[in-house]
Each structure stands twice: as structure tokens, then as C-alpha cells.
């Protein structure tokens, strides 16, 4: 089992950044790797942004360039460095571990995150 635990949600003006955390604990070994997702209110959840085990990143094209993922292996811990917030990126952001080709997946429980124009 893996548990991880989201913070650094928050309030912000927009053109403001924010650092997102996810702590990981538990069988941390068998993730393959991690991903940010996020849900507006009222809309589906979509995927943000990926980072690999062998640390290969990807991104959301309404992110790219804004947002960086990152991981501190040492600190079983991955990050979300979102910089030019803006309206449209409010949302609750999840964590997500995906293990053997997504036999299974862990979801942490989500950090509200809330841009004002």
C-alpha cells in the first residue's frame, strides 16, 4: 500500500506561484511513477503533468512552460511548481502513484488550489 498525502494548496492572485507537495509513504518502491491531476468545479478531472521513474517529465500543453514537476527521491516526496497562476487554473490538485502499468493507483486526497483575477 502507498500513502500520499497533497499540501501547499492555496489562495493566490493571478500572475502568483504556488508549490504543491505530495508525500509518499509506505511501499513507495513499487510506483513507477507519479502524476498531477486536477479538478475544476463542475468539469472532469484531467491530467497535468507526469514524471517517470528515470525522471523523463511531461505536461499538459495548458501548462507547459508555467508548471514544473520535480521529485526529492530522498525525501519520498514530488512537487508542483506553478508559476503565472491563473483563473482557469483553479482547481482541486491530486496526486496520483501508478504501479505496473496501472494495475493500480494511489490518489491522495487533494489540495485546493484557487487563482483570483
Known amino acids: 500500500q502507498v500513502q500520499l498525502v497533497e499540501s501547499g494548496g492555496g489562495l493566490v492572485q493571478a500572475g502568483g506561484s504556488l508549490r504543491l507537495s505530495c508525500a509518499a509513504s509506505?511501499?513507495?518502491?513499487?510506483?513507477?511513477?507519479m502524476n498531477w491531476y486536477r479538478q475544476a468545479p463542475g468539469k472532469q478531472r484531467t491530467w497535468v503533468a507526469r514524471?517517470?521513474?528515470?525522471?523523463?517529465?511531461n505536461y499538459a500543453d495548458s501548462v507547459k512552460g508555467r508548471f514544473t514537476i520535480a521529485r526529492d527521491n530522498a525525501k519520498s516526496t514530488m512537487y508542483l511548481q506553478m508559476n503565472n497562476l491563473k483563473p482557469e487554473d483553479t482547481a482541486v490538485y491530486y496526486c496520483?502513484?501508478?504501479?505496473?502499468?496501472?494495475?493500480?493507483?494511489?490518489w491522495g486526497q487533494g489540495t485546493q488550489v484557487t487563482v483570483s483575477g
Open positions: 496520483n502513484g501508478v504501479v505496473n502499468n496501472y494495475s493500480k493507483q494511489y
Open positions: 509506505g511501499s513507495t518502491f513499487s510506483i513507477d511513477h
Open positions: 514524471i517517470l521513474r528515470s525522471g523523463t517529465t
